[in-house]
């Protein structure tokens, strides 16, 4: 049980377009969701809390409106880069929580963009 | 602010080697401490955790104490297995509400037979 999902698990896209990356929870619904991003050889940094039905809780110096995040139902968030730009390469990683321990979430395999 | 240190790695082991990975922490309040592991090509899995000063988690052969007097939770296994081959993530836990988790750098751990 508890499996998160992760659409894609790689992209390439161009610089100046955007990308989705979407976040599921295949067993369980989830009340909250988190974005990490995860630099090579670097811890993950948090990016986003995001609720579902409500606005996302941004975490200092990560760009809202460039990073728009969408958590629509209990089992889906999604994440989308708007005009990415080849700084925004990187390893990223949604985790979800569900109804039992407030600390324990449950990651999703991550998605590696590049942008070209 | 909230910090997870844990040793550099890479670490390389022999098969049945004992197994220490160093964290420490730096948080206001009394936090909760978990190890997480990433095995190639999935995503973090919680390994253990603990929740108040003494306690010991366990699991898979893993343990870890909660030290509060030298801010530690040190990750040790008695003998690792190839299979143990992963990259291992300290965290903590703190703030209520946000129940946002803090993570050190990772530690990769490669167990050659």
């Known amino acids: 049980g508890a499996v998160v999902s992760q659409h894609p698990s790689w992209v390439i896209c161009k610089s100046g377009t955007s990308v989705k990356i979407e976040c599921r929870s295949l067993?369980?619904?989830?009340?909250?969701m988190f974005w990490y991003r995860q630099f090579p050889k670097q811890s993950l940094m948090l990016m986003a809390t995001s609720n579902e039905g409500s606005k996302a809780t941004y975490e200092q110096g990560v760009e809202k409106d460039k990073f728009l995040i969408n958590h629509a139902s209990l089992t889906l968030s999604t994440l989308t880069v708007t005009s990415a730009h080849p700084e925004d390469s990187s390893f990223y990683i949604c985790?979800?929580?569900?109804?039992?321990?407030?600390?324990?979430?449950?990651f999703g395999p991550g998605t590696r963009l590049t942008v070209t | 602010g909230d910090s997870v240190t844990q040793m550099e790695g890479p670490v390389t082991l022999s098969e049945e080697a004992f197994l220490t990975i160093n964290c420490t922490y730096t948080a206001t309040g009394y936090p909760s401490l978990f190890w997480y592991v990433q095995y190639p090509g999935e995503g973090l899995q919680l390994l253990l955790k603990?929740?108040?000063?003494?306690d010991k988690g366990s699991n898979k052969g893993f343990e870890a104490t909660y030290r509060k007097e030298t801010t530690s939770f040190h990750l040790e296994k008695g003998s690792v297995q190839v299979s143990d081959s992963a990259v291992y993530f300290c965290a903590l836990g703190a703030g209520a509400g946000s129940y946002q988790l803090t993570f050190g750098k990772g530690t990769k751990l490669s167990v050659i037979p």
């Open positions: 067993d369980f619904q989830a009340t909250t």
């Open positions: 603990a929740t108040k000063a003494d």
């Open positions: 985790s979800a929580r569900g109804a039992g321990d407030p600390y324990e979430q449950y």
